[in-house]
């Protein structure tokens, strides 16, 4: 597993600084991202510094981060082997919808919305996310989660769910999910060769109080973002263990990219 603990070097972290990151093209630093594959753009000199290294890793994850994902090749492979949802270890078919916001006073500000295509596109979550560079890891960036106000989802649902047609503003990001923090690190190498970016909650596991099921869960949760697709292993569990969701076989969600990220 090329991913290793972030729990006890996330915990430690003292605080993040943030630098507003766009979709245009940058140059890689001395952290391994070689940006002529990852953002077309040319490769940077070797003595590039640190803070550099750091802004190519922020942009890197703000052009991969965005845009659309769907695992239906996944449901139906599933479907094909007799692998059921939930308890028959299967996955559902998800489909998720990032966007990038332009929100005055909040730096690398995204929308993101989750949906079951086969109920009805049912849409099962939204989230705000803010990214920054962690100011003590020069390998690391941390994302920030945050829950749109009601009014906000009456208004998406209005504009059908295209974020960038909602004025948003500072105060909407203020109901931050309190320990979900996710550590994303770069890594170089991964499955079938791939680069990507690992992410993991800082806390490890978080027991949290989740309004849509009316009581506690305990969470546990690892993503990975490859520039063509989005894992997700988000699980849930009750206080008695038993599991709520995701994936009873502890198999990532592997979501295919469906589309680009656009501002």
Known sequence: ???????????????VHTTRVGTSRVASGPVG?????????????PTATPAMAQLALLSCFMQWFGGGFDNSRQAAH???????????????????SIQHLDVPGVENALFADYRFPERGDQSFRTRLYT?????????MLQMHIFRPADQRLEELARADCDATAVGWTADDFSDRIVDCDVAWRWVEEGPHGKRYFDGELVAGEVTLFSPIMKQHITVHDSLQLFEDALWINDRGFDAEGNQIYGNWRNVPYQLDRSSKASR
């Open 78 to 96: 599933d479907g094909a082997e007799g692998l059921a949802p939930r308890e028959g270890g299967g996955h559902e078919h998800i489909r998720c």
């Open 1 to 15: 597993d090329p991913r290793g603990s972030l729990n006890t070097r996330g915990a430690a972290m003292k605080g």
């Open 131 to 139: 990214m920054a560079a962690a100011e003590d890891e020069e390998d």
């Open 33 to 45: 991202i070689r940006a002529a594959t990852v953002l077309d753009a040319p490769i940077a000199a």
